[in-house]
């Protein structure tokens, strides 16, 4: 909000509108509103460096309409959006601000409907139109759509239509516009392509850079460097665990991530789904709606399927993956902290993407925090905590609590034990796979089965030495070690079977290179890019400084201390 604290009124909307933005509970203009609106309403062009979350849209959206003339019956504005949901957002936001106006129509022209649909929305001479570039141009070729008497264009998300390769067709499209048309763009980076179709098609914008600490001060920003022989499940995991959330958005680069990791989550308890594109439009609007209505709290999602998502419960962003670019970063985190609510976003950065987070930094001058991995004492407390909740919640929402009292009564005399002990009983069934009392022990073994789950994930089998085992090479050193041990400890290589290593390569390297009995070395687990291997405690310190060196393969092993399986921690 500006200093000024001017309100909708003050921009010179009309009733209409201030009655609709009443409506939908807007009070004052975001800023980027406070500096378009004006310049919209009295016809200028307006060139807008805005991310989604800025308010952009009302920003084009509300002075455009006021500007049409609803009695008359064709194309006035024309909005060009990347994707078929934006368009059909944009479309919906549209009938909102006219809902006091009569006789405004609006269609949304977007791949994946069918064409009759649009052909008889387009016959009732929309006065808006808004569509995602190669279905518009369709209709342009098809003569079922007119742009000869339209008097504005808004380009939305113009960086994105670059990303997706829709530049050109944008071009066209403006090419079959009035010379004297106004017109709009906004974008949450200038490239130079951005810049040239400004160049091209904009008469003396007017230009508005947003505000960039307004938008991010409401969501708090974190990162968290892999590292320390955690693999980014476990910390997804311990940093879910730990995390207060309503709803979050898991960002990872690959649509088979997606279902991996959702999958991931399935099993440690979350109430998880994909989204990626090669879902169906169907599948996709469904599965939004289950993410508003609550019935599913995490979303995985590529950066494409998430475009555009617009839902209040998502209070936590964790960008698994890191982003591509800035630009990336900031849509990802824009799908928290909507209309300036608290957000919160965690960033799991390698150090080989720390070029990116400095950058991310820079550019848009945020101030990102870097944390600790949950450790198992956080972990403990935390589950303590939210079972303590649960019990005040039932205590406060119960009025039965009598007849469980008899009940216990019930079960406590076939039993020798007292009260507290039946109560110690009942509290570990009620918390089923998730102990409330973690050693450091257990805490290891937590992460090992989510290594398990992850090598299922990845590989489909599990090459576990021992007696699950299935590798010939594994079963061979299983004699050596054939259950977790307390005199071991976990180190983590960074190589895995993808640089083709095998478990010979291990043993030898760590034998012959650091001069270690193969009698020290236990269990060998390998996964497709890191390898966990035990060894016994008491490696002298000249050795683990050695670790760091040793190649095999012509690449560096990178030896680390996983987690020293020493002390209990206990509650
Ligand atoms: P946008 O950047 O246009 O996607 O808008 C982000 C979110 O802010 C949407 O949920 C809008 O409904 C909401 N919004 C935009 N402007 C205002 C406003 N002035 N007051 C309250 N909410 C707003």
Known sequence: MSKLELSFFDLGLNKNILKALSDLGYVKPFFIQEKCIPYLLNGHDVLGLAQTGSGKTAAFILPLLQNINPTLCFPQVLILAPTRELSMQLRDVCLNFSKYIQGVNVVSLHGGQSYNIQFRSLKKGPQIVVGTPGRLLDHLNRATLTLLKLHSVVIDEADEMLRMGFIEDVRSIIFKAPKNRQTALFSATFPKEIRSIARQFMNHPKEIYLDNEKISTTIKQDYWVVSGGFHKNDALVRFLEVEIFDAAIVFVRTK????????????????????????????????????????????????????????????????????????????RIGRTGRAGRIGRSLLFIRHSEYRLLRYIKKSVNLNISKVQIPSLLVLINSRLTKFSAQVEHVLANSTDLDKYRVLLYKIKPQNNFDMETLAAILLKMAQGGRSLVLSADQGQQHIESEFKNNSKIHHGRFSLTGPRGSNKECSSLSRRSTSRNRSMDLYRIDLGRDDGLSVRHIVGAIANECDISSRHIGHIRMFSSYSIVELSKGIPSSTLLHFSKVRVLNKTMNIKLLERVDKDICV
Do not use: C, W
């Open 256 to 331: 088979g991530a997606t279902i991996e990791v959702s999958d991931m989550l399935e099993k440690n308890g979350y109430n998880s789904a994909a989204l990626n594109g090669d879902m169906n439009q169907v599948m996709r609007q469904q599965t939004l709606e289950r993410l508003k209505s609550g019935q599913l709290d995490i979303l995985i999602a590529t950066d494409v399927a998430a475009r555009g998502l617009d839902v209040d419960r998502v209070t936590l962003v964790i960008n698994y993956d890191a982003p591509v670019n800035f630009l990336s970063y900031i849509h």
